[in-house]
C-alpha cells in the first residue's frame, strides 16, 4: 500500500490554512492512502484549530517559532514515523495549485526520480517584481552549479520526495530549507527533477523574503557554507589558488626585475608581498585537506546515521501497518457479528 503525507509548514496561517486544506486532495492516482500534516511552527493564532476543523490527521508542535528550515525537517520526521511512502511539501498560504500534486509525484511513482521540484512560471508571475525575478533565476543558476543538478526554480518549496530520499536530507541551515536540500540531494548523488507547476493568486507577502539584499546575502551564504561542507577540497583549491597564483606571478615578476633591469635594486615590498601570498595560498590548500579528512569522516557519520534511521523507520512502519491490519481485522469481526 503506497501512503503519501501533504505537509505544511505553519506559523500564525489561520487567514490562509483553510484554503490551503481546502484544496488539498484526498485521493490520487497511484496512491492508496492521503494524509495530511500540519508542522504547528509555534503559532499564536488559530492555526491548530483551523487545521483540526478541516481534517488534518497529524499536527506537530513547536512551543516556540524554531524556523521554516526546523519546522520542514521536523514535518519530514514526523511523516516517515507515520509510514509515508512519498512526502509532499507545500506552503500554508496556498502559493502553489495543489491539482499540480499527481504531476509532482509522478516522476517518483514511475521511478525516475527521488526528488521532485515544481517549477514555477517564475516571468508570467504578476506579485514578483522584476528585481525578485532576476535575483531568482540568477540564484538557481548557482544552486545548478553547485549541486550539479538542472533546477529551475530551486527557491521553491512546492516539493516532493521518496521516502529514501526523505530519510537522507539534513538540513543545518535555521533560514530555509529549499537551495540547502537540492545542494544536498545533488552532492549526494540522488536523482533530482523538476516539473512545470501553476500558482494561485497571492494572498499574503512572503515573509521569508523581508528585503531583498537580506535575502540574497542569507542565500549566497547558504549555498558557500553547503559546498564548502560537501565539497571543501575544491572549495580551498580555488580559494588557495587565487593568493597563490597572484604571489606566484609577483615572484616571477621579481625574479625577472632582478636579473634583467636592475640587480642592485631589492625591491623588498614586492618579494614579502609576493612571499606572505603564496603562503596564504599553501595555507588554504592545507585546510582543504585537513576539511576533506573531516568530510571523510562526516560521510561515515551520515552513514550510519541512515542505517539506524532505515533501522528505526522500518520497525515503526512494521508496527503501523500491524496496527492498521489488526484494526481491518477487528473491523472484519465486528461487522460479521452484526
Request: charged share 20%; net charge positive.
Amino acid at each position: 500500500m503506497t501512503k503519501l503525507i501533504i505537509q505544511i509548514p505553519c506559523y500564525n496561517e489561520e487567514r490562509t490554512l483553510g484554503t490551503t486544506l481546502s484544496e488539498l486532495p484526498r485521493h490520487l492516482p497511484g496512491i492508496d492512502q492521503v494524509e495530511w500534516l500540519i508542522v504547528n511552527d509555534g503559532s499564536r493564532d488559530r492555526t491548530v484549530e483551523v487545521a483540526k476543523a478541516h481534517g488534518v490527521d497529524h499536527i506537530v508542535h513547536f512551543a516556540t517559532n524554531q524556523g521554516l528550515a526546523k519546522a520542514f525537517m521536523a514535518g519530514l520526521e514526523a511523516s516517515l514515523k507515520a509510514g509515508a511512502d512519498i512526502i509532499v511539501n507545500t506552503d500554508a498560504d496556498n502559493q502553489y495549485c495543489a491539482a499540480d500534486i499527481p504531476t509532482l509525484i509522478q516522476p517518483i511513482l514511475l521511478g525516475q526520480a527521488e526528488m521532485v521540484v515544481g517549477a514555477r512560471p517564475i516571468w508570467k508571475t504578476r506579485h514578483f517584481s522584476t528585481i525578485k525575478k532576476v535575483l531568482q533565476n540568477f540564484g538557481s543558476m548557482m544552486v545548478r552549479l553547485a549541486s550539479n543538478t538542472d533546477i529551475p526554480d530551486a527557491p521553491s518549496g512546492f516539493r516532493a520526495f521518496s521516502r529514501e530520499a526523505a530519510m537522507q536530507l539534513n538540513v543545518f541551515s535555521n533560514y530555509t530549507y529549499t537551495l540547502e536540500t537540492i545542494i544536498q540531494a545533488g552532492q549526494k548523488g540522488m536523482t533530482v527533477a523538476s516539473v512545470p507547476i501553476r500558482t494561485n493568486p497571492n494572498l499574503r507577502r512572503s515573509r521569508l523574503v523581508k528585503s531583498i539584499p537580506s535575502y540574497v546575502a542569507k542565500s549566497a551564504f547558504t549555498i558557500l557554507r553547503i559546498f564548502m561542507l560537501y565539497k571543501p577540497l575544491r572549495f580551498f583549491t580555488l580559494m588557495g589558488s587565487i593568493p597563490f597564483f597572484l604571489g606566484t606571478l609577483l615572484g616571477v615578476r621579481w625574479l625577472f626585475l632582478f636579473w634583467f633591469v636592475d640587480p642592485l635594486r631589492s625591491r623588498a615590498p614586492s618579494l614579502i608581498l609576493a612571499a606572505v601570498l603564496i603562503l596564504i595560498g599553501f595555507q588554504l590548500w592545507m585546510f582543504g585537506l585537513v576539511a576533506d579528512l573531516m568530510a571523510a569522516n562526516r560521510r561515515l557519520m551520515e552513514e550510519n546515521r541512515l542505517r539506524l534511521r532505515r533501522m528505526d523507520m522500518g520497525s515503526q512502519r512494521l508496527n503501523t501497518n500491524q496496527a492498521e491490519i489488526n484494526s481491518d481485522v477487528n473491523n472484519s469481526d465486528a461487522n460479521q457479528n452484526n
